[in-house]
């Protein structure tokens, strides 16, 4: 006997469920958010993955989503304007 729904919420292709998508979406927002006051190089980038990843997964927090990928995008606004600011490949206060 096969089911047409499977029984945990977890997709039997992928091996991932719901839960995985919600929780790549807050990181990506807390992520994001952290990444505009230190690592920004480090951090941007990575709120960016997994906010594109849970939305291409289907999350239910689609609001969060966006504003982790908002947020990844403003690190590395910000970087690159301190960057050019400051003169140098870096930037510090």
Not at 8 to 30: I, L, N, Q
Not at 33 to 40: E, F, P, S
Not at 50 to 77: E, K, P, Y
């Amino acid at each position: 006997m096969q089911l047409t729904a499977s029984a945990t919420g977890r997709d039997e292709r992928t091996g991932t469920g719901p839960r995985d998508a919600d929780g790549m979406a807050v990181a990506s927002f807390v992520l994001g958010l952290l990444g505009l006051l230190v690592l920004n190089i480090f951090l941007g980038p990575v709120a960016i993955t997994l906010a594109a990843v849970s939305l291409w997964r289907g999350t239910q927090r689609r609001g969060r989503a966006l504003l982790g990928l908002g947020l990844g995008v403003a690190d590395l606004v910000v970087l690159v304007t301190l960057m050019q600011l400051d003169n140098t490949v870096s930037w510090s206060f």
